[in-house]
């Protein structure tokens, strides 16, 4: 079984950017220990013959046709809704090049 130390949570945690109490290290290094010897369980099921499986649930995308409707919608009251400038009948955005 993998075992973490306390510098190899502080490592993990640093390449995270994830702030992690001294006090919290241990605790981290078991619990990942864990997790790390699951997956080590893991690995010795023998899945041969086993189809993969992308998504267990059956779900699918459902797509349908954008259908755009303009009744009743005036162009300036679009521009109304719009806290920014409007130069030109466009909404002026700040610059994203700065």
């Known amino acids: 079984m993998t075992s973490l130390t306390s510098d190899d949570v502080r490592h993990i945690a640093k390449l995270c950017r994830l702030n992690i109490e001294e006090s919290q290290l241990d605790t981290f290094a078991t619990e990942m220990s864990a997790i790390l010897g699951f997956i080590d369980t893991l690995k010795e099921v023998d899945t041969k ?4 499986t992308p998504q267990p ?9 954008d259908i755009i409707t303009t009744e009743g919608i005036e162009p300036k ?15 002026q955005t700040p610059s994203a090049h700065g």
Do not use: A, H, W
């Not at 013959?49 to 993969?52: C, I, N, Q, S």
């Open 49 to 52: 013959g086993v189809e993969p």
């Open 57 to 65: 649930t059956g779900i699918t995308d459902r797509f349908r046709e």
């Open 77 to 91: 009251d679009l521009l109304d809704c719009s806290g920014l400038p409007i130069i030109d009948n466009q909404i």
